[in-house]
């Protein structure tokens, strides 16, 4: 095995431990014994755990920035790439109900301990918000596409985190279609492109 693809197989599991375990209580031989890594190989790839966390939000933002890329692709509707969105709430409900959603949890964990790397994570939140803000803007609403973005973020992640909370697969499935319903509201009617709903929480 290559030290390139090595490498990536240790970002890979550091990023799914960091996400089920959390990043404190994840340790070097955690990831380590994940990937079936002596820690004398290990430290040859990785010499602290900060440098593996920042590996693993670059993975993140790479992996994230490629998914909304496809979705981009697929739909030329910018209300059906908002859907993509939404959807992911029922696409990754199991994981969601038992460790949370991966970009709040570890942007929520990284501020309570402080760290360097908080600001890098909440990149991925950006990354979203500004692509949601487009989508929006294609929609017909440039005018407050950026705080429609918002709050679709944040309605997601106030679901995400009372899913994990009450574990509620049908309380997923009615905020989703509840979502998709207030989106649909928000296309312009026939000659009537500003009678649209607000946000509302």
Not at 15 to 38: K, N
Not at 78 to 101: D, Q, T, W
Not at 121 to 127: D, N, V
Not at 175 to 196: C, I, K, Q, S
Request: aromatic share 8%; charged share 25%.
């Amino acid at each position: 095995m290559g030290a390139a693809s090595t490498r990536r197989q240790i970002v890979e599991a550091a990023d799914r431990l960091f996400y089920e375990q959390g990043f404190e209580a994840t340790s070097f031989a955690d990831i380590a014994a994940a990937v079936r890594l002596s820690r004398g190989n290990f430290y040859y790839h990785f010499k602290t755990k900060d440098d593996i966390l920042a590996a693993v939000i670059a993975l993140r933002l790479t992996t994230t920035a490629g998914m909304l890329d496809a979705w981009e692709a697929e739909a030329g509707d910018p209300a059906e790439r908002i859907r993509s969105f939404i959807h992911i709430l029922v696409m990754n409900r199991a994981k969601i109900m038992r460790y949370g959603c991966p970009v709040g949890t570890l942007c929520n964990e990284l501020a309570k301990l402080h760290h360097v790397a908080q600001d890098e994570a909440g990149q991925l939140f950006t990354l979203f918000r500004h692509w949601l803000a487009r989508q929006f803007s294609a929609l017909g609403r440039e005018a407050d596409a950026d705080a429609l973005a918002l709050h679709l973020l944040m309605r997601s992640q106030g679901v995400a985190t009372l899913a994990t909370a009450f574990h509620d697969e049908a309380f997923i499935d009615r905020e989703v279609a509840d979502m998709g319903a207030w989106l649909e509201a928000l296309r312009p009617g026939p000659g009537h492109p500003e009678t649209v709903s607000r946000p509302r929480a």
